[in-house]
């Protein structure tokens, strides 16, 4: 199957003239936040389609740019390294590095986490493919750039376990904070969490193991997530543990020198259900809110419940939300979320007290709700980072909130074209566009929704991609914020040009350069016919008998078609021989 990519080049033509990427579906808002919508700001793309280019995480950068982190792999041949990219505001390269550690015996690097460090460099948290001892056994591999993408520091971690690396955090003492899973093939393996100096040396290490029943009895999908230091020095740890076919949420607090000092586990009333994905210390200042796929939860200093938020039982608006950040801003809190049913996407403000303040739910396609993939932002906006093309490029996408008066999709709405054509088993894509008033012109094919009116003739995906079934003319519907646009739809069969068999009246038939008397050159006839056409009998170098029906300048012989091709055979502008 051919395709035919505009996408890139489309988009990336707006994007040169700095133009902004409104991508506003329908919203429902409530309370503060009824005046505000989310707009996608900016849209930008990255990496090389000679590579699979992988997305792992992005982070906000306190110059208001981000850094990403994704895996790079050639597609002919090559191991796969770090890739790591550092945007401005806008989303423009300001610099970009790949990494492959040599000194290891392996075919892989798998980012998990970046953060920047206070010292205006990266910290990456990720994993290492080892096979320095017959392996392979994935472990722990930390990272740290400076400012400018250089290499300052790298080292792995190992265990007896696979483990690699779910958050990493700078420590108040320049350190390193290192939350993990651990696999391994009898499902025994625990969580793990590691403390690390600046330069990346091991300081303690815990592997922390939970027994159903017995000294034996561990079972997998125990796993540390995240970390919060405290203000004696120590930390409190977040992540789940297993037992007897159910996860259940799970809080450690380790001292200063990893002694494990408590633990809570089980679900009670004031607990949840689920796995805690961060904590970080409370708005209020008593001491650590967490966050899981169902709410928020404040704790004391010593562990203890304070409140407890169960956002999805709150409203019906948020029964289907599946919660995946917060963020902790000056008067409480900001919580992201995404609908597991459909592209309706949730950003909640709730006050110190866990008190829902505003409430924004608009639908944002195409978007699946990662963990990491996302950012979300002081403002109240998110950043957002997938790979497009099959990989072939990285797309990060800022979204803002604007107020309700300024609407993301006034403009006039239209496709690239008004006629598209397609073979039967090829693919070709439309580029849907949007004329602001200003006279700017943006891609919008992502935010469009499309359909074909004769599904058996063409599909037609998401994203713009058609497929031609069989041939026919149909028709295309692009409809985008209450606008439509159409055009027309040919599906035409491959063209396949058929041999035609000549006898020049000048110079006989066609020689051949063969020594095979009985070889016959394409296109000529046989030297030797076994049955002769009679040079007076009228007949057709074809055998036909009837010269009232014969078309001697068709490329079928024995067709009495006219010699003009037909539309639904041939590709448009072709003639056959």
């Given at each position: 199957m051919t395709t035919a990519l505009r996408k890139p080049a489309m988009m990336l033509m707006a994007l040169v003239t700095g133009i902004c990427l409104w991508g506003s579906q329908t919203a429902t808002s409530y309370a503060g936040m009824s005046s505000s919508q989310l707009e996608a700001e900016w849209t930008q793309l990255y990496g090389d389609p000679a590579n699979y280019n992988t997305p792992d995480h992005v982070a906000p950068t306190a110059d208001g740019g981000f850094v990403m982190l994704s895996d790079l792999t050639s597609r002919t041949f090559g191991p796969t390294r770090l890739h790591v990219i550092k945007t401005d505001a806008?989303?423009?390269?300001?610099?970009?590095?790949?990494?492959?550690?040599?000194?290891?015996?392996?075919?892989?690097y798998h980012g998990y986490d970046i953060q920047q460090t206070r010292d205006g460099g990266y910290i990456i948290g990720a994993g290492l493919d080892d096979r320095s001892d017959g392996g392979p056994l994935y472990r722990a591999y930390l990272l740290k750039l400076s400012?400018?993408?250089?290499?300052?520091?790298?080292?792995?971690?190992?265990?007896?376990?696979?483990?690699?690396?779910?958050?990493?955090?700078?420590?108040?003492?320049?350190?390193?904070?290192?939350?993990?899973?651990?696999?391994?093939r009898s499902d025994t393996a625990p969580a793990y969490v590691f403390k690390t100096d600046k330069?990346?040396?091991?300081?303690?290490?815990?592997?922390?193991?939970?027994?159903?029943?017995?000294p034996t009895d561990f079972r997998d999908g125990q796993a540390f997530n995240a970390a919060a230091e405290t203000s004696d020095?120590?930390?409190?740890?977040?992540?789940?543990?297993?037992?007897?076919?159910?996860y259940y949420p799970l809080l450690v607090k380790y001292n200063a020198s990893g002694k494990l000092i408590s633990k809570r586990m089980k679900e009670t009333s004031d607990w949840g259900r689920l796995d805690y994905k961060q904590i970080m210390p409370s708005a209020d200042g008593k001491g650590y809110i967490m966050l899981n796929a169902e709410g928020l939860w404040e704790i004391d200093r010593s562990g203890n419940t304070l409140w407890n938020l169960r956002l999805t039982d709150s409203s019906r608006e948020l029964d289907d939300i599946s919660f995946l950040q917060m963020?902790?801003?000056?008067?409480?809190?900001?919580?992201?979320?995404?609908?597991?049913?459909?592209?309706?996407?949730?950003?909640?403000?709730?006050?110190?007290?866990?008190?829902?303040?505003?409430?924004?739910?608009?639908?944002?396609?195409?978007?699946?709700?990662?963990?990491?993939?996302?950012?979300?932002?002081?403002?109240?906006?998110?950043?957002?980072?997938?790979?497009?093309?099959?990989?072939?490029?990285?797309?990060?996408?800022?979204?803002?909130?604007?107020?309700q008066g300024e609407q993301p999709g006034?403009?006039?709405?239209?496709?690239?074209?008004?006629?598209?054509?397609?073979?039967?088993?090829?693919?070709?894509?439309?580029?849907?566009?949007?004329?602001?008033?200003?006279?700017?012109v943006l891609p919008v094919t992502k935010e469009t929704r499309f359909s074909i009116e004769n599904p058996e003739i063409a599909s037609i995906d998401e994203e713009g991609n058609i497929i031609g079934l069989a041939p026919g003319l149909t028709s295309i519907k692009a409809e985008y914020n209450g606008q439509t646009a159409?055009?027309?739809?040919?599906?035409?069969?491959p063209y396949v040009p058929k041999p035609v068999n000549r006898i020049s009246e000048e110079t006989g038939p066609a020689e051949s350069d063969s020594t095979d008397p009985g070889s016959v050159v394409p296109g000529s006839t046989d030297p030797e016919p076994s049955n002769p056409v009679p040079a007076d009998s009228g007949d057709t170098a074809s055998g036909s008998s009837d010269s009232d029906t014969s078309n001697p300048g068709s490329a079928d012989p024995d067709s009495s078609e006219p010699s003009t091709p037909d539309p639904a055979g041939a590709e448009p502008g072709t003639s056959q021989p």
């Open positions: 806008s989303g423009g390269t300001e610099w970009e590095t790949d990494f492959f550690d040599e000194h290891y015996v392996t075919e892989a400012s400018t993408g250089q290499v300052e520091w790298s080292r792995a971690y190992s265990t007896v376990f696979e483990n690699p690396v779910n958050s990493v955090q700078e420590t108040s003492d320049d350190g390193f904070i290192v939350t993990s899973s651990t696999y391994n330069d990346g040396h091991l300081q303690w290490d815990h592997t922390f193991r939970y027994s159903g029943g017995g020095g120590g930390f409190w740890v977040v992540g789940r543990y297993y037992d007897s076919s159910t963020n902790r801003v000056d008067d409480g809190y900001l919580v992201f979320g995404k609908d597991q049913t459909s592209d309706d996407h949730v950003i909640l403000k709730l006050n110190a007290e866990g008190k829902t303040v505003d409430v924004l739910r608009q639908e944002i396609p195409g978007y699946t709700g990662n963990f990491n993939h996302a950012a979300l932002l002081q403002d109240g906006g998110f950043v957002y980072l997938n790979s497009i093309e099959s990989s072939a490029y990285l797309q990060l996408t800022k979204f803002k909130l604007v107020s006034e403009g006039e709405f239209f496709l690239d074209d008004s006629e598209y054509s397609v073979t039967v088993n090829d693919m070709i894509d439309i580029v849907a566009l949007l004329k602001k008033p200003d006279g700017t159409a055009a027309s739809l040919l599906v035409v069969k």
